[in-house]
């Protein structure tokens, strides 16, 4: 079955980058969407198609994609930006849609 | 305002089916563009998506739930159902439901159900 794969945990300071990887191999042809997930907190979407960002979602989320690496970015990190991020696609042939293995950021 | 909320059983036995229901408001499912997805999360685990009904009644399944999970949606009380057989102790976790907004070339969650926690134990 398709996977996406993201590292367990990415560490940042307060008004530093935060970029966090997803990897699958039908992401060169199929876009990915990101989701941010407070503790004890629904998900909620930040990035959709790869790059776009829904209305109410910071400026310093941004999205992008090259090869088979999607890459969520977080540029000014701010303590609230602290969560698990999942990453979101589906294999070429669009059957199976999966989410990435998560990817818990601290900022400190 | 949009909204989504999940209904259900919050215990259920092994071997019993679980049916849970979202109910949708602040949009319609007869749009072209919505559809609704199910996903779950164990306690302390990663997300797990689990199925999607999208406008033209087109349904997708997990590839390892495949053979348990049925979805399907009453556009006239704005209800999606999903059913998942066979309930075993590792299915317990909190099930959401999810706006599943049809984009350029695949579905994302835009908004999401606060979810409800289903336990399997006897």
């Known amino acids: 079955s398709y996977e996406l794969t993201q590292p367990p945990s990415v560490s940042v300071s307060p008004g530093q980058t935060a970029r966090i990887t997803c990897s699958g191999d039908?992401?060169?042809?199929?876009?990915a969407s990101w989701y941010q997930q407070k503790s004890g907190q629904a998900p909620v979407l930040v990035i959709y198609?790869?790059?776009k960002r829904p209305s109410g979602i910071p400026e310093r989320f941004s999205g992008s994609s090259s090869g088979t690496m999607a890459t969520l970015t977080i540029s000014g990190a701010q303590v609230e930006d602290e969560a698990d991020y999942y990453c979101?696609?589906?294999?070429?042939?669009?059957?199976?849609?999966?989410f990435g293995t998560g990817t818990k950021v601290t900022v400190l | 305002q949009v909204t989504l909320k999940e209904s259900g059983p919050v215990l259920v036995k092994p071997t019993e089916t679980l049916t849970l229901t979202c109910t949708v408001s602040?949009?319609?499912?007869?749009?072209?563009?919505?559809?609704v997805s199910w996903i779950r999360q164990p306690p302390g685990k990663a997300l797990e998506w689990l199925a999607h009904?999208?406008?033209?009644?087109?349904?997708s399944y997990s590839a390892s739930l495949r053979s348990r999970l049925t979805i399907s949606k009453d556009t006239s009380k704005s209800q999606v159902v999903l059913t998942l057989t066979n309930m075993d102790p590792v299915d317990t976790a909190t099930y959401y439901c999810?706006?599943?907004?049809?984009?350029?070339?695949?579905?994302?969650?835009?908004?999401w159900g606060k979810g409800t926690t289903v336990t399997v134990s006897s």
């Open positions: 198609e790869d790059s």
């Open positions: 039908s992401l060169p042809r199929k876009y």
């Open positions: 602040g949009f319609s499912l007869y749009n072209d563009r919505m559809g």
């Open positions: 009904i999208l406008p033209n009644d087109e349904k």
């Open positions: 979101f696609s589906t294999d070429s042939n669009a059957y199976h849609y999966v």
């Open positions: 999810a706006r599943a907004t049809q984009g350029i070339q695949l579905a994302y969650m835009d908004v």
